[in-house]
């Protein structure tokens, strides 16, 4: 089982940047696959990106060329840089090991004021 936490979402101007981070703890994080996924307000939980062990990493395709998606095995630590940001990207981002996930964090809240 791992666990993960959140952190680095906050409130931002459109067209700002932020990065998140998920900090994994517990089972190896090195042999997960992980996840970023987001849930705004009244929609379900949607797809940002994922990335393999070995670094592959895969979008939405809403998403590609805002997002990045990486990976520091040696911190145990996941990121997702996000340029660009849009109104509509204001969502709780949650990130998640394993495809399909297993475990969740428990969020962190990312507001783009228009």
């Known amino acids: 089982q791992v666990q993960l936490v959140e952190s680095g979402g906050g409130l931002v101007q459109a067209g700002g940047s932020l990065r998140l981070s998920c900090a994994a703890s517990g089972s190896i994080f090195s042999m997960n696959p992980m996840g970023w996924y987001r849930q705004a307000p009244g929609k379900q939980r949607e797809f940002v990106a994922r990335i393999t062990t070995g670094g592959r990493s895969a979008y939405a395709d809403s998403l590609k060329g805002r997002f990045t998606i990486s990976r520091d095995n040696a911190k145990n630590t996941m990121y997702l840089q996000m340029n660009s940001l849009k109104p509509e990207d204001t969502a709780a981002y949650y990130c998640?090991?394993?495809?399909?996930?297993?475990?969740w964090g428990p969020g962190t809240q990312v507001t783009v004021s228009s």
């Open positions: 998640a090991a394993g495809y399909p996930p297993r475990s």
